[in-house]
């Protein structure tokens, strides 16, 4: 079942610009990842935060992950055109394999050079 | 390079005929393989988990007669869309976690395959 929610569901800006998408969660997690997929293709792993961690970095991406408020948020900073994509977010309730993940709606972003 | 293959990439069938998609782990054994679904303009939708040597897991609401799934060995689980009808027409993408590291990505991460295109007329 859909648990993620995505927001915003779209985002239009321009090139150089950092670009923020927020997702929220309802259950426990064990880790939270985010994905690109660009139109009619697969998916891009870009990063995973662990459920005991709060931020983590990786090149011009920075996640972080409140399991308070079960909600993470992925930035993209000094965006590109070849960003543009649909990013989602995913959660991962045991971590052991077992299970699959559950997908947020997805933000489609859009980068105007 | 792909760590996850999907075979086709697209396929068109006639309403009412099977149509085969082969999922294969690349370099790595796979005992847990998953298959989503994904309509235009949504998001992923979990049908169900392919067990290797045993019966897949489907969600709720995933008719298993309709979708079968085949997980004959660690590196490959195939699906199976019989009957297709129209509203069948769909994205359909694989995924396996990494069990055995042989130097690879981490075992932690999931990789997908490229998806496979399915439209049903």
């Known amino acids: 079942s859909q648990q993620g929610e995505e927001d915003p569901q779209a985002l239009s800006i321009q090139e150089g610009e950092n670009a923020t998408m927020n997702c929220s969660y309802k259950t426990s997690i064990n880790n939270l990842q985010w994905y690109r997929q660009n139109s009619g293709r697969g998916l891009v792993h870009l990063i995973l935060i662990r459920s005991n961690e709060r931020e983590k970095h990786s090149g011009r991406l920075r996640v972080t992950l409140d399991t308070s408020k079960k909600s993470s948020s992925l930035l993209i900073t000094a965006s590109r055109a070849a960003d543009t994509a649909s990013y989602f977010c995913a959660t991962d309730k045991t971590g052991g394999g077992a299970d699959g993940l559950t997908f947020g709606k997805g933000t489609h972003l859009i980068i105007q050079p | 390079g792909a760590v996850v293959s999907q075979h086709p990439s697209w396929v068109i069938c006639k309403s009412g005929t099977s149509v085969k998609i082969e999922c294969r782990s690349l370099?790595?054994?796979?005992?847990?393989m998953f298959w989503y679904r994904q309509f235009p303009k949504q998001s992923l939708m979990l049908m169900a988990t392919?067990?290797?040597?045993?019966?897949?897991?489907?969600e709720q609401g995933v008719e298993k007669d309709k979708f079968l799934i085949n997980h004959a060995s660690l590196t490959l689980s195939t699906l199976t869309v019989t009957s297709a009808h129209p509203e069948d027409s769909s994205f359909y993408i694989c995924?396996?976690?990494?069990?055995?590291?042989?130097?690879?990505?981490?075992?932690?991460?999931?990789?997908f395959g490229e998806g496979s295109w399915l439209t049903v007329v």
């Open positions: 392919s067990n290797e040597g045993s019966k897949a897991t489907y």
């Open positions: 370099d790595f054994q796979a005992t847990t």
């Open positions: 995924s396996a976690r990494i069990i055995v590291d042989r130097g690879g990505p981490s075992g932690n991460t999931i990789y």
